[in-house]
T-cell receptor, first 112, second 115 residues
Framework: DAKTTQPNSMESNEEEPVHLPCNHS???????IHWYRQLPSQGPEYVIH???SNVNNRMASLAIAEDRKSSTLILHRATLRDAAVYYC?????????????FGTGTRLTIIP | GAVVSQHPSWVICKSGTSVKIECRSL??????MFWYRQFPKQSLMLMAT?????????EQGVEKDKFLINHASLTLSTLTVTSAHPEDSSFYIC???????????FGSGTRLTVV
């Protein structure tokens, strides 16, 4: 399975930008980079995804390295509601069967 | 946006009984749905891929006779935990995605407690 590596935890001050890194050195050409976040006792929530180009949406921005071996999720102005576990995942297409395999994620703490 | 509904939110059952969990895609058709299990303070573990009209694909180490998956329509997949035991107590989560370049939507999860 394609692997991602993330720091176990990060802290950020409220109202400041947050950069969450992810390494995926074994990514293949057809793998999409997905980000999800999870609050306690809830299902994960979709944040953003991309293939090669940087992506922006109302929640966040995704910066993808030129070689695609790493990416960074950017929360432009963190709020207390952004405290969650963030998962960087590769959407793997395997012989027409998709998989979305979770790693350990980064626990983001927002400091008021 | 795409919505996935999971039911029930929580269930308590006696050891040895079976429990069925439903996962529905409300506003899109899903030929594929995924079932995950999550233990406290751990990440989600993919259990199986549910394929409409065909047999599910189970991950290594997941007992297919214990975790029965049925995907009879394009909007409904069910996971039945058969002969449940306390070690099956966990948070079960399903997910699906519309066809194409979309993100996945997850259900709100089902907390199963076997006593």
């Amino acid at each position: 399975d394609a692997k991602t590596t993330q720091p176990n935890s990060m802290e950020s001050n409220e109202e400041e930008p947050v950069h969450l890194p992810c390494n995926h050195s074994t990514i293949s050409g057809t793998d999409y980079i997905h980000w999800y976040r999870q609050l306690p006792s809830q299902g994960p929530e979709y944040v953003i995804h991309g293939l090669t180009s940087n992506v922006n949406n109302r929640m966040a921005s995704l910066a993808i390295a030129e070689d695609r071996k790493s990416s960074t999720l950017i929360l432009h102005r963190a709020t207390l509601r952004d405290a969650a576990v963030y998962y960087c995942i590769l959407r793997v297409l395997n012989f027409g069967n998709e998989k979305l395999t979770f790693g350990t994620g980064t626990r983001l703490t927002i400091i008021p | 946006g795409a919505v996935v509904s999971q039911h029930p939110s929580w269930v308590i059952c006696k050891s040895g009984t079976s429990v069925k969990i439903e996962c529905r895609s409300l506003d899109f058709q899903a030929t594929t749905m995924f079932w995950y299990r999550q233990f406290p303070k751990q990440s989600l573990m993919l259990m199986a891929t549910s394929n409409e009209g065909s047999k599910a694909t189970y991950e290594q180490g997941v007992e297919k006779d214990k975790f029965l998956i049925n995907h009879a329509s394009l909007t409904l997949s069910t996971l039945t935990v058969t002969s449940a035991h306390p070690e099956d107590s966990s948070f079960y989560i399903c997910s699906a995605s519309p066809t194409g370049d979309y993100g996945y939507t997850f259900g709100s999860g089902t907390r199963l407690t076997v006593v």
